[in-house]
């Protein structure tokens, strides 16, 4: 038996927010498809009760299986889908007298 690894923090909130569980991820060497299939019925559930799945403390070896598999999770500290990471804003850019139009 290898070490014991910590993969990620769980937490599902309620539709106000709340946390209604909360639970460490975490086992044998690196994640696999099990561990993505736990996260995906946890989303589902979660869902279905008007919440969401939220993680924290993300492992390299799990956020590279998340991208891959493109799961919509959320990741503390990382933007939604849609959303502008921190610092970054949406505007727009200035024109000069060479880009416009004859």
Same mark, same amino acid.
């Given at each position: 038996m290898?070490?014991?690894e910590?993969?990620? =923090? %769980?937490?599902v909130?309620?539709?106000?927010g709340?946390? &209604? #569980?909360?639970?460490?991820?975490g086992g +044998? $060497?690196? /994640?696999?498809?099990g561990t993505?299939?736990h996260?995906?019925?946890l989303?589902?559930?979660?869902?279905?009760?008007?919440g969401?799945l939220v993680?924290a =403390? %993300?492992s390299?070896?799990l956020?590279a299986?998340l991208d &891959? #598999?493109?799961l919509?999770v959320?990741? +503390? $500290?990382? /933007?939604?889908p849609g959303?502008?990471?921190?610092?970054?804003?949406d505007?727009?850019?200035e024109?000069?007298?060479?880009?416009?139009?004859?």
């Amino acid at each position: 038996m290898g070490p014991r690894e910590r993969w990620c =923090q %769980v937490r599902v909130l309620g539709p106000d927010g709340a946390e &209604l #569980a909360s639970e460490l991820l975490g086992g +044998e $060497g690196r /994640p696999d498809l099990g561990t993505l299939d736990h996260l995906a019925r946890l989303g589902l559930q979660a869902g279905r009760l008007g919440g969401r799945l939220v993680l924290a =403390q %993300v492992s390299p070896a799990l956020r590279a299986l998340l991208d &891959l #598999a493109a799961l919509p999770v959320e990741v +503390e $500290g990382q /933007p939604e889908p849609g959303e502008e990471p921190l610092g970054v804003e949406d505007g727009q850019e200035e024109q000069h007298p060479r880009d416009l139009p004859p």
